[in-house]
Nanobody, 124 residues
Framework: QVQLVESGGGLVQTGGSLRLSCVAS????????MGWFRQAPGKEREFVAG????????LYADSVKGRFTISRESAKNTVYLQMNSLKPEDTAVYYC?????????????????WGQGTQVTVSS
């Protein structure tokens, strides 16, 4: 399995920016799809963005297109989620996840490894 450790969450005002990081380890993670999900209080966990480690192809939820950017840095075994123009509705616990699928699937059932989560709070 892939081990994942997130960091970078915090409190930010509306319109601000944050960058989340996810450090991956394990023998085969370079062939995986990496995703970011989020879960707000009382809501289901939802897909935010995904990136193929091998092809760099990306996929975004409509709610974050144009504001969030997912990327990976092979030298540091790290996946990033750059979040700009943050809104109060972006407030959630954000999770990094890894999927052995060959394509980016925006459903949590496709992901077998999860990080511990990092809190993002956007104040109005």
């Amino acid at each position: 399995q892939v081990q994942l450790v997130e960091s970078g969450g915090g409190l930010v005002q509306t319109g601000g920016s944050l960058r989340l990081s996810c450090v991956a380890s394990g023998r085969t993670f370079r062939s995986y799809v990496m995703g970011w999900f989020r879960q707000a209080p009382g809501k289901e966990r939802e897909f935010v963005a995904g990136v193929s480690w091998s092809t760099s192809r990306t996929l975004y939820a409509d709610s974050v297109k144009g504001r969030f950017t997912i990327s990976r840095e092979s030298a540091k075994n790290t996946v990033y989620l750059q979040m700009n123009s943050l809104k109060p509705e972006d407030t959630a616990v954000y999770y990094c996840a890894a999927s052995p699928m060959l394509v980016i699937v925006p459903t949590q059932g496709a992901y077998e490894s999860w990080g511990q989560g990092t809190q993002v709070t956007v104040s109005s």
